[in-house]
């Protein structure tokens, strides 16, 4: 069973770039969420998507968008680059036919924003 | 809004010590994670506790819930040096999967 992957580890843009991060959720899961964290803070919910729709969005605003595809992988675009958005960005996936389930996390993407 | 707190933030230990964290809610939720994440590394699932009561243990980490008092507590016992890691705890709210995550817990365990 191969767990959550993304892609790329890090990253490092200039302010006002616009950039892609993927996201390859374990087998078998069908949701997808995005999670920032700030350095020295918890994650923080950025959306999720459930059969390449959006089910749902934290405080984050329109310059975060994201994608799932037919295959349940995912991306997570920003654009217009801000300082503030240098962060480790975490993807989790989740079977959501189970009553209780658990997301799993992938290893994150660290961006940072010069 | 649903907050979640935790506390302390930074805790550094003796080995062989127990100590306790703690983690409280604002609202009712579903259900309350505990996550492990070591430096530069994502996080670990600890434990899942779905009701009022539940304890789990895996190892020197027991994690309890009191849905009453929204709080929940994970006891360290006899702290060793492989415990040092940032505990989270993570809260979902009724009818979404959206995680609220604490402010974390640095634990550091001194040989």
């Known amino acids: 069973e191969t767990g959550v992957t993304q892609s790329p580890t890090h990253l490092i843009k200039t302010r006002g770039q616009q950039v892609t991060l993927r996201c390859s959720s374990q087998s078998g899961h069908n949701t997808v969420s995005w999670y920032q964290q700030a350095l020295g803070q918890g994650p923080q919910f950025i959306f999720q998507?459930?059969?390449?729709?959006?089910?749902g969005r934290g405080n984050f605003p329109p310059r975060f968008s994201g994608l799932q595809f037919p295959n349940y992988s995912s991306e997570l675009n920003v654009n217009a680059l801000e300082l503030d958005d240098s962060a480790l960005y975490l993807c989790?996936?989740?079977?959501?036919?189970?009553?209780?389930?658990?997301?799993?996390f992938g290893p994150g993407t660290r961006l940072l924003v010069l | 809004e649903l907050k979640v707190e935790q506390n302390p933030l930074f805790l550094s230990m003796q080995e062989g010590k127990n100590y306790t964290i703690y983690c409280n809610y604002s609202?009712?939720?579903?259900?309350l994670y505990w996550y492990r994440q070591d430096p530069g590394k994502s996080l670990e699932s600890l434990f899942v506790l779905l009701s009022n009561g539940a304890v789990k243990q895996e190892g020197r980490l027991m994690a309890s819930l009191d849905t009453k008092a929204r709080l929940s507590t994970l006891h360290i016992t006899a702290a060793v040096h492989d415990l040092s890691a940032t505990y989270f705890c993570a809260v979902t709210t009724s009818g979404t999967y959206k995680y609220i995550f604490g402010t974390g817990t640095r634990l550091k365990v001194l040989a």
């Open positions: 998507y459930y059969r390449e729709e959006e089910n």
């Open positions: 989790a996936s989740s079977y959501s036919g189970l009553p209780f389930e658990t997301q799993y």
């Open positions: 609202t009712t939720s579903d259900r």
